[in-house]
């Protein structure tokens, strides 16, 4: 079977318009946050895990039941050939389907202190956000290389715990295949996997 997956992003301002049910689990989880916001955001992501579900031909109108590894990874029970990822900043939320291990990640780029990839990225990574000469294009390589990380970590299955320095993804010895996509304005984003995917973007109600 060829690798294949399907991301969906939408805005939390139209979780309204889903008709879906949340899942036991997710409800609680969303139960438990004090904002809106992010209320929105746990409803979001599972509403777009059920419809890329479904886009990707698997029949998802019950019950969807998750279980994690030791470092909180979900995986889902009933489904044991398909993998997701699941990443949410800002206003956006956005969920990949595949059939082979794969982690996304997307962060709304704002100013930062690039004292943070001194101490958090590995040294390479480091060196080449800094002899870049523009402070614009510094800030993009930084969100860049960030959710690359992210994505990563996710798709190996590991928590943050991993460490962000503990691994290069400029090195040419890096095996893991990364894909940035353009998906809203304001945003970076990143995919990761092992091996190449072909991915289907379907973009809602932006």
Known sequence: MDNKALLLIDNINNVGKYNYVLSSDRKKKADRYKFE???????LAEFLLRDALIKFGYKCD???NYIYNEHEKP??????DVFFSI?????YVVCIVSNVEVGI???????INLDIAKRFFAKGEYEMIMALENENDRLDAFYSIWTKKEAY?????????????????????F??????LDLA?????????KEEIAIKVKQKML
């Not at 970590?153 to 010895?173: H, L």
């Not at 095996?175 to 940035?180: A, D, L, P, R």
């Open 37 to 43: 916001a992010d209320k929105k955001r746990c409803m």
């Open 62 to 64: 019950g019950e969807i």
């Open 75 to 80: 995986y889902l029970r009933d489904f044991s």
């Open 87 to 91: 990443s949410h900043s800002g206003e």
């Open 105 to 111: 990640d997307i962060e709304k780029v704002a100013d």
């Open 153 to 173: 970590i996710k798709s190996i299955g590991q928590g943050i715990s991993f460490g962000f320095e503990n691994f290069d993804t400029t090195s040419k010895d």
């Open 175 to 180: 095996t893991y295949k990364f894909q940035e």
């Open 185 to 193: 304005s304001g945003y970076k984003c990143s995919l990761c996997s």
